[in-house]
């Protein structure tokens, strides 16, 4: 784990992770706070790693849907909620191979609200829950990369807030699953960096993602590259790439695995 003084951004392994505060010099000692060694580097750090027993359920959530078409391409304005629904059913059979169960959140071009993607994770017992997105910074055509969010740990504030207020104390169900989260989140980050050499925007936390909050599991939501970004879209829009995407998620995923 690399750490700068000042700053919220950290490496692990390589990777772009956020720190809930910024490390500070304290009598010539690096000092990080409390709850960012409990909630970001204990999970990292320190034993167990997650492992994913066989059998059990995963809910893959293609992010938007009818109405709710996303961001669109700046390439031809294909929406995001198509591209997220085809890396779904995508990656349904390669995770079914590996012996997960797998529910998706929408089968079809259907608007589902983000409570009622919650409660299906409910519904079918999920043990783990995922949700695909594709990124916009439009009119932006510059910015570029792989964004991972989970939710922000209790008593740190968050990466990115939007126009969340990001109350701090909050105790929201998927709290109960902090590391976790976090290291579902690098897992799959790592995985996929790896795979496509995307630029690394970092594993982020935030609190404003309706379909992390309420989840009683672990939970994690990709920002699988930049729609408004030419060079990235072309990718995306390849099916060869999402395929790509989608077999790189499955290996990240493989039951029994226990790399941290
Ligand atoms: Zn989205």
Known sequence: ?????????????????????????????????ALDLEKNLDPLLCEPPLVFPTNQVIIIDPGHGGHNVGTQSVLDGRFEKDLTLDLAQRLKPLLEEEGW???????????VSLP???????????????SLHFNSA?????????????LTPTGEPSTVTRNYADPLNDNLPDNAFDPENLQLA???????????????RG????????VLRGQNRPAI???????SNPE???????????QKLAETLAAALKPGSGVK
């Open 138 to 150: 439009a009119p932006d055509e510059n910015q570029a990369g792989l964004e991972t969010y989970c």
């Open 186 to 200: 690098v897992r799959i980050h790592t995985a996929l960096l790896h795979a496509t050499a995307m630029e690394d």
């Open 101 to 111: 169960n797998v529910y998706l959140t929408r089968i079809d071009d259907s608007d």
């Open 1 to 33: 784990m690399e750490v700068e003084i000042g700053s919220r951004e950290a490496v692990w392994n390589g990777i772009l992770i956020n720190l809930g505060f910024a490390p500070q010099l304290i009598d010539g000692e690096v000092s990080l706070h």
């Open 203 to 210: 594993v982020r936390r935030a609190r404003f993602i309706g």
């Open 116 to 130: 009622d993607r919650v409660a299906f994770s409910d519904e079918h017992k999920g043990a783990l829950f995922i």
């Open 221 to 227: 939501l990709v920002e699988d590259g930049y729609l």
């Open 232 to 242: 990235e879209a072309k990718k995306i829009e390849d099916p060869e790439y999402r």
